[in-house]
């Protein structure tokens, strides 16, 4: 029972918020498909907990549209929508082009750049090696010390929770659909921009790093149509 070690080392956080962060990871991840039926029996069973913090995980997953709740069926994990992915990349998007124009008028715009680029020579390392989840936490990295440099560290958290959808389609990408040397290249072409000091160059080179997912779409669901929810709009960039 992976939760009840869990709790055992942490345990100032309360049971219902590790079923979350449980269930959470395991939607991101696709260990828990879309489709997949979940009753607070279920996850009960799975966790080893009781049916009290499982049904307050399955209702704060449903707040946040990773379970749906179905009439006469009951929960059930929820669909990829690219409404959702659009909501999340377009506030995003707003948040990290307004720190990336404080950023760079810190005055430390050589210590950020210094930063941005060790973050990319470990993104190298770690394609070499096959390492994707070492390449994405230096890629949330990479975006932290933006905000960081913007003297804004605690809008860090809630960037992360307005790419929670943006984080499951991501997941879906790394199956063999996302290049992540391409990444890197718009990362290296991002410092350039910031050593330069060319923040119009810059802003529109992080926009077309953080639409990027959008040109994935199309053959994640060709290849995953089974994910998706059924005769929606294509995906595309908010303006």
Partial sequence: M???????????????????????????RFELKPYQVLSEASVSEMLGVSRTPAREALTKLAE???VDVVPQRGSQVAPLRTEDLNRSQFMREALEVALLRRAM????EA??????????????????FEDTESF???DEAFHGLITEYAKQPSVLPEILRLK???????????????DLDT??????AIADAIEKGDA?????????????????ISEARERFPEYFEHDEKPARAIR
């Fill in 105 to 108: 008028s810190s005055g430390n």
């Fill in 200 to 216: 119009a160059r810059a802003e529109q080179r992080m926009i077309k790093h953080l639409r990027r997912i959008f040109d994935y």
């Fill in 64 to 66: 946040n549209r990773f």
């Fill in 2 to 28: 992976a939760l009840l070690k869990t709790a055992k080392s942490n345990r100032s956080m309360p049971l219902a918020r590790q079923v979350y962060d449980d269930l959470h990871q395991k939607i991101l």
């Fill in 136 to 138: 994405y936490a230096s």
């Fill in 183 to 188: 990444i890197i290249k718009q990362h290296v």
């Fill in 164 to 178: 929670d959808h943006m984080d499951r389609f991501r997941h879906l990408m790394v199956s063999g659909v996302e």
């Fill in 111 to 128: 210590g950020l750049v210094k930063g941005l680029r060790k973050e990319i020579t470990l993104q190298r390392t770690y394609v070499t």
